[in-house]
């Protein structure tokens, strides 16, 4: 569990939320204070509604006529297997309590694997990690049911299949399990009993329990109420949650004297290829499929035109365009196009990404492979606009003796937002094709195979400290044969092996790691690759169960994927005597990238094959490479099994960083601001890798960005604990966007960052490595007032600059008197940046200005506003 917060916090906001109820009808049917120790009847159960995705459901009686319904079909516990959506389904689940007082849970998952689900919990609220034992018999797994054998300390798991068939197999610890024996029907002795209940009939299974443990369920369910309601709050209800309330005056006085250092890592960007964020986005290759590598696996057979040919058209007659493996320009690139021209005339052409968008009087570099296998002459390229204007031509002459890359330069005489390259031969022949590849001249740094020059600028502007790369999910990939393995990645683009990306559809690798580790370099920032942890994603939907994420690399093979990830420190750290470390400077860089944080793991369930693949590769990587800083993962929420298992193994191995998820409601970012002052400070520091303010329908807008604004100024509060933070997700394609909210848009020809990016922005330009705390009077200290006016002043020693943060969440002004103390301020001016709006605005722009210094000691917050104030000091 997250060290000494989670329980304690639960508890608060419990108390607060039974204090605040208005309807407790639920608890005031049950029995009296004085009968604390009756014994009722609990019912649990689960149905088929949504699909079998509900979970868990629990009734209860005194007298087994009227029943109760706990949370109205809340679900206390969930499926975690196969992906969200088509799996994560609790069929049939089983439950018994065994003679300890434990609860064991057991169900069926879908009626094609040999699996179930066993979970255990101590009071039915808090459930333990899952798993999900593959059997040796049968067809599948359907209705198991589970008893204890107190003679024998064992559980017996019973089950049938399609086929009508009973089998059994045993276990002490759901840990080990005895092969699956085929038994007869008797041996399948389900007490479950059917109940009609407020809800309809169900089926499930009765208990005698104390009145304790479902009183204990009302109040986790009646807790889990409040606090939605608690971090539902949306601006929308300012008029009403506000009604007549005055300016606010605030008074601050900083403390230098109680100064602590800071992470100074505190802003970094966290960059994963979803949305068309690398081939596409900000990988400045403008051919699309140039390798013809796409395949129906890429989109898993969902689109039947996404094959070798994608993209590509030939146009004319007396030709034919074909797609060929016998002699590839490389094994990992075995498709090739091959021409077959018997007049010319035909030409096939490319039109990129939604287009090619091509500026007048900047260059493009062409390369492609060539090998004329029957005739012989030139290879006309050019580049052209809808309207069929040439804008740039130029001819090569196609190698006759194997495969040979050529290269040119075209200059465009015109602009054009959707051009397409096309390429005709002037002759009669065969003519194979690949790797045919388009970049603008002017990259960012004008890098070969580099980044899009305004996109990459965009992110660089954040002045992040560090980026994490590939992923995100990206990383640990579609089941075991997705993962992402950065030796694929680096070399020549054709000896590189694309394969299908995650979120549906295709990476070159053109984008590799050899690039993101200088991009890191170009722009100062940290690099923090991210590596699966052994197993494949939670929402993984391929393995040898087909479920996905009970997948685990085999324990037979951990030890060569360990050696890779200890060649990816070697490839970035190495000498250039090195193995690794020479190849890094055969690619151009014969400097080390500087290595220091590694990510193992990423959202993973927190499962035994998770925790023992985990910690063969900290324990490997931590002996070789000590200095490493490796980053762990407790899930993707802030709370729930997954958060507690992760924070308790990372505590157990001592692990010196974790890697914390939360894509939650403004509201939440609200009533959460003490979220790491709670934390124990003497445990794992944190990474807080991927969040974002919610609302409704997804948008950046001010709000969202203000709630941002406003937990910021509590990390920076914490920056002792909480060494960095990156929002999620960066970049998204207009037209292609698989996820929203996200912090940069984009087509081919515009740069649209939003409202979240500026907050970002201010704060990776105006960081600190020392914390300055300020005590605060309010004027107004209802809790809704208070917790909607934040500050934060922190130091750059380098600089020996002040920074103060102002964040006015609040639909009226504040009014700020601030006391800097000790501090001495140089200088007759300060700088002040305003970002404000209307919590609907997606266009709020920062404005920056200049003061007289004399105006910090007494300011006006504008209503829903980020003020940041910057001065020198001596």
């Known amino acids: ?84 959506g088509a799996e994560k389904k609790m069929i049939t689940p089983y439950l018994i309590q065994t003679p300890g007082g434990d609860w064991q849970c057991v169900w069926a998952l879908n009626d094609r694997e040999k699996l179930f689900a066993h979970a255990s919990s101590p009071d039915l609220v808090y459930w333990d990690r899952q798993s999900y034992p593959l059997m040796t018999s049968g067809a599948n797994v359907l209705k198991p049911i589970i008893q204890y054998n107190q003679q024998q300390a064992q559980y017996n798991i019973t089950y049938t299949d399609a086929t009508g068939k009973y089998f059994q197999v045993t276990t002490k610890d759901f840990k080990t399990y005895t092969p699956a024996a085929t038994v007869p029907a008797s041996q399948y002795t389900d007490a479950s009993i059917t109940i009609n209940l407020p809800a309809g009939p169900a ?30 709050e949306q601006t929308a209800q300012d008029a009403q949650r506000f009604a007549n309330l005055k300016p606010v005056d605030v008074k601050l006085a900083v403390q230098a004297d109680r100064a602590k250092p800071i992470s100074n890592l505190l802003t970094g960007v966290f960059f994963e290829d979803i949305n068309y964020a690398a081939d596409g986005g900000i990988y400045a290759e403008l051919i699309q499929n140039r390798d013809f590598e796409y395949a129906p696996g890429d989109k898993e057979g969902h689109d039947t035109a996404w094959k070798s040919t994608h993209s590509w058209t030939l146009q004319g007659d007396h030709a034919t365009f074909t797609i060929d493996t016998a002699t590839p320009i490389h094994i990992n690139n075995p498709h090739y196009a091959v021409l077959d021209i018997k007049a010319p005339g035909a030409v096939l052409f490319n039109t990129g990404f939604d287009g090619i968008t091509i500026r007048k009087g900047e260059q493009y570099k062409l390369s492609l492979f060539t090998k004329q296998t029957r005739g012989k002459g030139k290879l006309l390229v050019q580049l052209v606009s809808r309207e069929g204007k040439v804008l740039a031509q130029t001819n090569i002459t196609p190698s ?116 993101y580790f200088r991009y890191c370099a170009d722009i100062g920032a940290e690099p923090l ?16 169960t087909g479920g996905g994420q009970q997948g685990g690399i085999p324990l037979e093979q951990m030890d060569a994927y360990i050696q890779d990830i200890l060649d990816l420190v070697e490839y970035a750290n190495g000498d250039i005597n090195t193995t690794w470390g020479k190849k890094r400077a055969e690619a151009g860089h014969p400097q080390p990238f500087n290595l220091k944080y590694i990510g193992i793991g990423n959202e993973d369930l927190i499962t035994d094959i998770f925790e023992q693949r985990f910690t063969m590769i900290y324990q490997a990587v931590k002996a070789k490479y000590p200095g490493i800083t490796v980053i762990g993962t407790v899930g993707p929420f802030w709370e729930g099994t997954d958060y507690e298992e992760g924070w308790q193994l990372a505590g157990k191995l001592k692990v010196p960083m974790v890697d914390e998820h939360y894509y939650v409601p403004p509201g939440w970012l609200i009533h959460n ?66 996820w929203n909210p996200d912090l ?14 500026e907050v970002q922005k201010l704060y990776g330009l105006h960081a600190g490595d020392q914390y300055l705390p300020a005590a605060a009077t309010l004027s107004n200290n209802q809790e809704a007032v208070r917790k909607r006016i934040a500050w934060s002043v922190v130091r750059d020693t380098k600089t020996q600059d002040l920074v103060i943060k102002l964040v006015n969440l609040l639909p009226v002004s504040v009014h700020t008197t601030m006391d800097l103390g000790s501090i001495h301020p140089t200088g007759a001016t300060a700088v002040k940046t305003v970002l404000q709006g209307q ?36």
Request: aromatic share 10%.
């Open 1 to 84: 569990m997250r060290p000494g917060t989670s329980i304690a916090r639960y508890a608060l906001l419990l108390a607060i939320g039974l204090l605040c109820l208005s309807n407790l009808t639920t608890r005031a049917q049950g029995p009296q204070a004085g009968a604390s120790a009756d014994a009722v009847y609990l019912f649990s159960y689960s149905t088929a509604k949504n699909n079998n995705h509900n979970g868990l459901h629990f009734a209860w009686s005194r007298d087994r006529v009227n029943w109760q319904l706990i949370g109205n079909e809340f679900g206390f516990l969930r499926s975690d297997y196969g992906r969200w």
């Open 203 to 232: 089926t499930g299974q009765l208990h005698r329990v104390p009145w304790a443990t479902v009183d204990k369920l009302i109040k986790d369910w009646e807790g889990k109420q409040y606090r939605n309601n608690l971090y539902g």
């Open 400 to 515: 006759t003796s194997g495969w040979k890359r050529t290269s040119a330069m075209l200059v465009a005489n015109a602009d054009a937002p959707d051009a397409r390259l096309q390429l005709q031969p002037l002759s009669i022949g065969r003519l194979q094709l690949d790797m045919i590849s388009f970049f603008p001249q002017k990259t960012f740094k004008e890098r070969e195979n580099g980044l899009r020059a305004d996109l990459a600028q965009a992110v660089a502007d954040i002045h992040p400290r560090f980026i994490r790369f590939p992923g995100g999910c990206v990383a640990h990939g579609d089941g075991l044969g997705n993962i992402y393995h950065w030796k694929n990645t680096i070399g020549p683009l054709e000896a590189r092996i694309p394969q299908r990306n995650l979120w549906g559809y295709h990476q070159t690798a053109g984008l590799g790691y050899f690039e």
């Open 529 to 544: 690759p991210v590596l699966s942890a052994g197993v494949p994603c939670q929402n993984s939907g391929t393995s040898a």
């Open 673 to 738: 601001q003490d979220f790491y002052d709670k934390y124990d400070h003497s445990k794992s520091k944190v990474y807080l890798g991927e969040y974002a303010a919610h609302l409704p329908g997804r948008p950046n807008n001010l709000e969202t960005a203000l709630a941002e604004a406003l937990y910021l100024t509590a990390l920076e509060r914490n920056g002792d604990v909480v060494s960095m933070s990156s929002y999620a997700p960066l970049l998204a394609k207009e037209g292609h966007t698989q």
């Open 744 to 757: 940069i848009y984009f087509n081919n020809s515009e740069v649209k960052p939003t409202v979240g990016y």
């Open 839 to 874: 919590p609907a605005d997606k266009n709020a722009r920062p404005v920056t200005g200049s003061i007289p210094l004399a105006e910090v000691s007494r300011m006006e917050l504008p209503a829903y506003s980020f003020t940041v104030i910057r001065l020198k000091t001596n």
